[in-house]
């Protein structure tokens, strides 16, 4: 609506100096081409071409191989006259930035699809993964929501901007990178260590959000403005060495059984943040009654811990939002039947909010275990960093937000992921992050259909919208006013 108005009223001033200075046609005409507003018919079908064909290319993550995707991309963006850089660590594991001009009074805004999937289970997909199958009103195919539609939606938001000659305030960069389902080294650490120049930016938008529909009706938009940070915490039991066949209660299985479970059944102390607060809050507003009640009750102390209780056995993702969760993932102990070991570790998955403080945290857990034969001690683990929340009060959220209720008449809602994305390397840096992503049905993953499944799919109209919505909030920032 604003671009709508803005652009008349430019036309206007443009009318009146074009009678007093007899301008040229020509430019009158170049004028009127950039100011015409896409063709979303014709642009859906050229963005159901690059969806698909990028869904066909098998970059399965191990081995990656997202060159083959940047092969592509090439050629799309050679076709629009796009510069680009392909930037490789690996040969075969290339990421691509393009980058369109702005005239600098802006810092530049950066928009991510990863280029890389993960493994399939050929056998159990009922259509083949790499074959997009285009079916009742849905795209099929690993990657359809994880990442090839921001992929796809990016890329095209970039080809749109460029035909248009809009002038922008800032570069907008386009960035296909590579691994992101496995390990980092040849993708985003690689561009943050090695091509930080070319990616800098002072806005991000990738994956890590979604628009929500139950019943086939839109709910709510979520955007990703935090993440939770993994830490790996090792629980390391002793005891006495001695015979199977003389049972002891020092056992070092038995210590470390009994940690495990009174840390996997304790629960911690929750806080909440900017965005877990508002999430919640907002949540309740566009939830059942009963739901609601359940949600607000969270902000009440007398009623919180039968809330979190509920959310513990119901509702595990909305329940690690609340404080620093602990996962125990693996145990090792014992090697011989009829030898007592005298060790027992087991290593402990912990999500830490972003303000936690972890000498503080195992401190908590020691206390919790008060067991002085179970060592608490944190190892390093090579993941991505611990970074602060981005801003839920800033320009690019009010743009995102403005693009929810455009697209979708929609509300938006900030979440805090509790898994860690490729973000944390750029908010690191002080880039502002937002997770967005395309409207998917509530009930698709449970059906299997949800990223990671043994079969995957997007609603057509979804990566459709969702390249208008990526379309409205990138011209919203980088358009001149
Ligand atoms: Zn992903």
Redesign the pocket.
Known sequence: MQRTDSRRHRLGLYTNQMLRLCLSLCLAVSFALAAEPPDWKKIDEETLKHYQALIRIDSTDPPGNETRVVDYVKTVLDAEGIPYIVAAKDPARANIIARLKGNGSKRPLLIVG?SDTVKVDEKKWIYPPFSATRKDGYIYGRGTI??KDNLTASLMTLILLKRSGIKLDRDVIFLSEAG??AATGPGIEYLVEEHWKDIEAEICLA?GGLVTRRNGEIRYALIQTAEKSPNLVRLTAHGPAGHGSRPLRTNAIVHLSRAVETIAMWDPPMRFNDTTRYYFEKLASVSTPEEAARYNSLFDSQKSAAAREYLAQNEPGNYSMLHTSISPNIIRAGYQINVIPSSAEAELDVRALPDEDMPKFLDAIRKQINDPAVDVTLEKRNDRPRTDPSSIHSEAYAALEAANRSVYDTSTIPVMSTGATDMAFLRARGVQCYGIGPMIDEEDAPKGFGAHSDQERLLEEAIYKFVRFNWDVVTNLAASK
Do not use: L, S
């Open positions: 990863h994880d990442d992101e389902e994956e």
